[in-house]
């Protein structure tokens, strides 16, 4: 039985439906890239070492690492453990939250009431996607989460806002995979503030030859 919710075979993309999750494992030294077939679009990754998964991706340790919250080709995401995981090779739209997050049914209520009550988020995704590997929510955290395509802005006086996404039809990032990893991406389901633009699209993933 297969661990991963998905295989994607260099060369064959994946279209990932609106809202919806997925973990699939990739080798050291392939790339993954990840398109917005009509843009304005959030994806959320989180990594794990596929050999050790208690060492996962960080974003804290990619913030300090590089001195940059805005992550970005040619940039590198580290793991817990301070090991290179990612190699950021190609992003069109260069717009990526490197804070760490995602949404959650008691994060959704605490910010938006009842209407939070049962909508998909972003947890939930994720912790399906890796339920095959015998992991769930406590193997994660909200450090492990890179947004990408995400749009965040802090202003000087401190507030922080998510805004509308600037991906435009076609855009892409390209990551290349520095050791083995179990990945898992929920293609962001949130609709109550402007992280998607207010509307759901479709996500491509494609392991390239």
Request: glycine share 8%.
């Amino acid at each position: 039985m297969d661990r991963s919710t998905a295989v994607l075979r260099p060369g064959e993309p994946v279209t990932l439906p609106p809202a919806a999750g997925i973990s699939f494992e990739i080798e050291a030294g392939q790339k993954l890239k990840l398109t917005q077939p009509e843009g304005e679009q959030v994806a959320d990754l989180v990594s794990f070492n596929r050999d050790d998964p208690r060492e996962l991706l960080s974003m804290m340790t990619s913030r300090a690492v590089n001195l940059c919250w805005k992550l970005t080709a040619p940039q590198v995401l580290y793991s817990s453990s301070t090991r290179p995981m990612w190699q950021i090779e190609e992003d069109l739209t260069a717009e990526n939250y490197c804070g760490g997050g995602y949404c959650s049914e008691h994060l959704n209520v605490t910010r938006y009431g009842d209407i939070g009550k049962g909508a998909p988020n972003c947890q939930s995704n994720l912790e399906t996607a890796i339920r095959g590997y015998g992991l769930d929510r406590w193997n994660f955290n909200v450090d492990a989460c890179f947004n990408v395509f995400m749009t965040v802005a802090y202003d000087s006086n401190g507030v922080w806002e998510i805004r509308k996404p600037k991906g435009k039809p076609g855009d892409y990032m390209v990551m290349r995979a520095l050791m083995p990893q179990i990945v898992a991406i929920s293609n962001c389901p949130m609709v109550f503030n402007a992280c998607n633009n207010f509307r759901l699209k479709t996500l491509t993933l494609e392991i390239l030859q």
